[in-house]
C-alpha cells in the first residue's frame, strides 16, 4: 500500500468468500480504520481490506498482529 499517513482516507471492507458484494464497515482515517478491523473476530479479519485512492491491500497483510 502506497499511502502510509494515518490520516490517509481509507475504505475498510469485509469481502467474504461466499458473497460477491463487499460489505463496507469503515470510510475515514487509516489510522481509525485499524482500530476498528482489530476490533473483528479473527473469521472477519481474513476478509477485510483497506481502499485507498491509489491502492487495495488485505488488512492482514498490513497489520497481521
Do not use: K
Amino acid at each position: 500500500m502506497r499511502t502510509t499517513s494515518d490520516m490517509a482516507s481509507v475504505r475498510l471492507y469485509h469481502l467474504s468468500e461466499n458473497d460477491a458484494a463487499a460489505e463496507t464497515l469503515f470510510y475515514g482515517p487509516l489510522a481509525e480504520a485499524l482500530m476498528i478491523a482489530r476490533q473483528q473476530t479473527e473469521e472477519v479479519q481474513a476478509g477485510l481490506w483497506i481502499a485507498t485512492e491509489n491502492d487495495v491491500v488485505a488488512y492482514l497483510d498490513i497489520d497481521p498482529d
